[in-house]
């Protein structure tokens, strides 16, 4: 029981290129979130997935693009890359977003460097 | 606007000493409260979730308290670990709206030998 993975865990890219983060998850959750988190702030939110085949923007949408490509996986997509992207990627995924007492479980993190 | 703040920003205490971190929210409609731990590297993992009925919750040396009242909670660490060492997350989670949740900024905690 692996719990929520992410691929790669770090990444270097130039400014302009484009990338796709992994994430899956083996707990059967129906909630699936991507956050980044940059030194000195919480959390933001970027997208998130309240069920398969729904995904919604958060806080921070611009420049990203997401997919639930079934009930484990939901990726994150940087079309052109920018520094101000510079950050570590967060998955995490809970039972049912529109429960109020679930538990969000954290992927281990992807760093992404863009130059 | 629905806030978070946590301090202090950052702590170093030694080895057995307790410590208490402290989170102030201004988020409305309250439901819940979770503490998180954050080791460097990894993603957060939930330490305890308070509820607005609940005043005390202990996971071992880790105890939450939280005043709805004035929108406080606090962790308090007691005897702390070097494996202590980490960013503790605050995050209170609304009633309002598909997505609830609210993230401190958290406390990073060193614990020297």
């Known amino acids: 029981n692996a719990g929520v993975t992410q691929t790669p865990k770090f990444q270097v890219l130039k400014t302009g290129q484009s990338m796709t983060l992994q994430c899956a998850q083996d707990?059967?959750?129906?909630?699936m979130y991507w956050y980044r988190q940059d030194p000195g702030m919480g959390l933001r939110l970027i997208y998130y997935s309240a069920s398969e085949g729904t995904t919604d923007k958060g806080e921070v949408p611009n420049g990203y693009n997401v997919s639930r490509l079934n009930k484990r996986e939901f990726s994150l997509r940087l079309e052109s890359a920018a520094p101000s992207q510079t950050s570590v990627y967060f998955c995490?995924?809970?039972?049912?977003?529109?429960?109020?007492?679930?538990?969000?479980?954290f992927g281990p993190g992807t760093r992404l460097t863009v130059l | 606007k629905n806030q978070v703040e946590q301090s202090p920003q950052s702590l170093i205490i030694l080895e057995g000493k307790n410590c208490t971190l402290q989170?102030?929210?201004?988020?409305?409609?309250?439901?819940?409260l979770r503490w998180y731990k954050q080791d460097t590297g990894r993603g957060p993992v939930s330490l305890t979730i308070m509820t607005f009925s609940e005043n005390t919750k202990s996971n071992g040396r880790y105890t939450a308290t939280l005043d709805a009242d004035t929108k406080q909670s606090s962790l308090h660490i007691t005897a702390s670990q070097l494996s202590d060492s980490a960013s503790y997350i605050c995050v209170v989670t609304s009633t309002s709206g598909t997505y609830k949740y609210i993230f401190g900024t958290g406390t990073r905690l060193k614990v020297l030998a």
């Open positions: 995490a995924s809970s039972e049912r977003a529109g429960s109020l007492y679930n538990e969000q479980f």
């Open positions: 707990m059967n959750h129906n909630s």
């Open positions: 989170c102030n929210y201004t988020v409305s409609p309250f439901s819940n």
